[in-house]
């Protein structure tokens, strides 16, 4: 069965954005190391440089995803990833589609029809392998509707004191997590959670 994993890095106190709306401190492990992660598509090429356990952690999430779901605010940041997200067909969940999109040969598509939708619509086009959801609001959002499998957490070495949280408005609590499967890289832990109370 094709997983709903989400994936994000996050401060220890909780953050996936400062108050000023910035992820360079959490993303700071990316850099901090000599081991090359190419990242790459038609529209956009990177090189992330991690520590060794970092890179066979990205390589496996590389290979085990197959599409991606976000959030509009997620889509707006990225730039629409010029169309072409690297790691698979992107969903973006919003209200209206953006001026200008859908774009000639894009991957980015557009569910106005709720969480439920665009989860099916992923897993879907991720199958056999897994969707990755990346964004607070739409991580919350499939948390609350009990659509995810497995929370990934990169828990970044740093604490933010404000901005935005994960776990801020979580409406079905508790939820109940199972053991992680925990690596240990340099500035960033890798943490693994199956969500127990997952329905389908």
């Given amino acids: 069965m094709t997983k709903v994993i989400a994936l994000m890095s996050m401060s220890l106190d909780g953050y996936v954005a400062d ?10 492990w990316y850099f901090a190391g000599d081991i090359e992660v190419p990242i790459a ?29 976000t959030g509009r605010r997620t889509f707006e940041r990225a730039d629409g990833w010029g169309g072409q997200h ?23 598509h557009f569910v106005t029809d709720g969480i439920e939708s665009a989860v099916a619509q992923a897993r879907s086009a991720a199958d056999p ?24 957490i990169d828990l970044a070495a740093v604490l933010l ?27 960033v832990t890798h943490l693994r959670y199956p969500v127990q109370t997952a329905i389908r």
């Fill in 161 to 187: 004191g404000g901005g935005v949280r994960l776990f801020d408005h979580l409406a079905n609590t508790p939820v109940l997590l199972g053991n992680p499967a925990v690596i240990a890289g340099v500035g």
């Fill in 41 to 69: 598509s038609q529209t956009m090429d990177m090189t992330f440089k991690v520590s060794p356990p970092s890179a066979d952690h990205l390589k496996g999430l590389m290979a085990e995803i197959g599409a991606m779901l």
């Fill in 86 to 108: 690297a790691w698979g067909p992107a969903f973006v969940v919003t209200h209206q589609v953006p001026e200008g999109w859908p774009r000639p040969g894009s991957t980015v």
């Fill in 19 to 28: 108050e000023n709306d910035g992820v360079d401190e959490v993303f700071d």
């Fill in 129 to 152: 392998k897994s969707v990755g959801v990346h964004g607070a609001q739409t991580i919350q959002a499939c948390l609350d509707a009990g659509l995810l499998d497995e929370i990934h």
